[in-house]
């Protein structure tokens, strides 16, 4: 894409639809240029490092078991502004200390007492109200209204008024305008409907430029936040970074108040507005309950004031809410990426140009089933106001069906023998109002094993068998279709599992080598017979569906 400006901005995506690079500029006089590791062939999501072409701000993470962000870094630890942090939790999820642990520049830290049965803090001078609201933080004061929205910061001296969506559209006598929950027009009290004081236009729910007193300012993202800003010539008049949590890294040029991913950060508190609620960025927690309730199958997200889940590297909340509702056409249309009811900025949430799964690189252009292909609704899952969410059937898919996650090809017969009377409607699994799920029972024939059962292994759909594991077991593929048969014993010695582990005759793996799919069992007594080379089909290899 191009501003206009006329700076161009190039994205990448790795094959898990993670943002791999950015580059605004050319790449010979880059403004920024960053590329992201997201931990290679252990890829789980996490964020591990990103390099910068101004190497004394490349970064890396840490986390722990709980995909917790333990300890990020600048790499360099010796130029002027690195940095070093460690963070701690309790089991609850409660940020306990931000601690410096090296580097070069003036660095945040911060340590709280948490009650255990409340998660609230209780260091000194910290207080809440009887409804969990924070009232102080040992910097300023705090009050609620009836609906958990902060109205007043330090008693009168600040005031705020909300609409009746609940989106504050009076800040100390600043009045908001807003489209579709973003703020699109700042206007001075009195001033009449052609005299904003400030406007805002938006790109895939990116804020990508300011209009103020007849110029325009072009901001740059990375994946979570505005990098640099620029004017109509393309000079630039910003330069911004954050520590893990929000807190201020560096700001060269013109300050702005959009300063930590979407939230607007109020000069009198030091609070990021989240419009459901308000961030600290020096606690690193909200200051009210999330509206929504947590996942039992996550405790973690029990914890209602932790921003989302002490990860604030990979994942963003863009609505104070945690359900990722900020971000449903950040892929160019369709339903946003869940991951535990939290914005995951590995897939739709980056807002740079792909989407995730629903957005159009599954659902859409890229993968041949967005515009004028198949329906992009019927990609994720359907949630309702408490975060219980169950998976859609097929519907209209169009001219090809998607891939879901369960499985591939999961709308039509056309890759399984009619004979086995396969039901499009029990594509997907069948998930009950507490998210728990199951896989419908189905007539495959005597000649492929249960589904239900195969999805319990390792043999999971859409593994992929990577060509290291193959030498281990010493396999090897030849260009005949028998080239394989008694393979699927050494495989399974190399991962550790017995036939009577796998409880079933036959394991189904899909190899996908050369991008051509390849789905075939071998029933065997010993189930351990498995045919994993490429270029072989056949009716009763078909994977279920």
């Known amino acids: 894409m191009t501003y206009g400006n006329s700076t161009p901005a190039a994205y990448s995506y790795n094959a898990q639809l993670q943002i791999a690079s950015i580059l605004y500029g050319s790449s010979t006089s880059p403004l920024f240029s960053l590329a992201y ?89 910290y207080s809440y109200d009887a409804d969990g609201d924070m009232t102080s933080d040992g910097l300023h004061t705090y009050s609620d209204d009836g609906e958990h929205r902060l109205n007043h910061v330090d008693g009168a001296a600040n005031t705020y008024a909300y609409d009746g969506g609940g989106l504050r559209v009076n800040r100390n006598g600043n009045f908001y305008i807003y489209s579709a929950g973003k703020v699109i027009a700042e206007y001075a009290g009195g001033a009449v409907a052609a005299s904003p004081t400030t406007e805002y236009v938006y790109a895939r729910n990116k804020r990508v430029a300011t209009i103020n007193a007849g110029a325009t300012t072009f901001h740059y993202w990375d994946h979570a936040s505005i990098r640099s800003s620029a004017n109509a010539a393309g000079s630039v008049v910003r330069t911004f970074g954050h520590f893990p949590f929000g807190e201020v890294w560096y700001e060269t040029g013109a300050a702005d108040k959009w300063k930590f991913t979407t939230y607007e950060r109020d000069a009198e508190s030091g609070l990021d507005y989240a419009s459901a609620r308000f961030h600290s960025s020096r606690l690193g927690r909200f200051m009210s309950l999330d509206p929504l309730p947590g996942d039992r199958k996550n405790p973690q997200s029990l914890n209602r004031y932790s921003y989302v889940r002490n990860n604030p590297i990979s994942s963003s909340d863009p609505a104070g809410m945690e359900d990722c509702d900020d971000c449903d056409d950040s892929g160019g249309g369709g339903t946003p990426v869940y991951l535990q009811n939290e914005c995951s900025m590995a897939m739709s949430c980056d807002g740079l140009g792909s989407g995730g799964q629903g957005g159009d690189s599954q659902g859409g252009d890229n993968q041949g089933n967005g515009d004028g292909g198949g329906s992009d609704q019927s990609q994720g899952p359907a949630c309702d106001d408490s975060g219980n969410c169950q998976m859609p059937s097929s519907g209209d898919q169009g001219s090809s069906t998607p891939d879901y996650p369960w499985g591939p090809d999961s709308g039509d017969d056309s890759n399984t023998d009619s004979s086995n009377n396969n039901s499009d409607a029990s594509a997907g699994p069948q998930c009950d109002e507490n998210g728990d799920c199951t896989l419908p029972a189905q007539n495959k024939g005597p000649d492929v094993v249960d589904q239900a059962k195969q999805v319990n292994t390792v043999a999971t759909w859409g593994m992929m068998v990577p060509g290291a594991l193959l030498a281990a077991a010493s396999i090897a593929c030849a260009a005949t279709p028998a080239c394989a048969l008694g393979a699927g014993a050494a495989l399974i010695s190399t991962l550790g599992v017995s036939g009577a582990t796998l409880g079933f005759s036959g394991l189904v793996i899909n190899a996908l080598f050369g991008g051509t799919g390849a789905y075939s069992v071998v029933p065997s007594t010993s189930g351990c017979q498995v045919d994993i080379c490429t270029g072989i089909s056949s009716g009763a290899g078909a994977p279920p569906k």
């Open 37 to 125: 590791n997201w931990g290679g062939a252990n890829d789980d999501g996490l964020l591990m490092g990103v390099t910068d072409a101004n190497s004394a701000r490349s970064t890396s993470y840490t986390y722990d078991q709980l995909k917790r962000l333990t300890l990020a870094q600048t790499v360099d630890q010796v130029s002027a502004n690195t940095w070093k942090l460690g963070f701690a939790y309790d089991r609850y999820g409660n940020r306990m200390s931000e601690s410096i642990l090296g580097g070069t520049a003036a660095m945040p830290s911060n340590l709280v007492l948490i009650d255990p049965a409340t998660n609230h803090v209780i260091s000194a001078s």
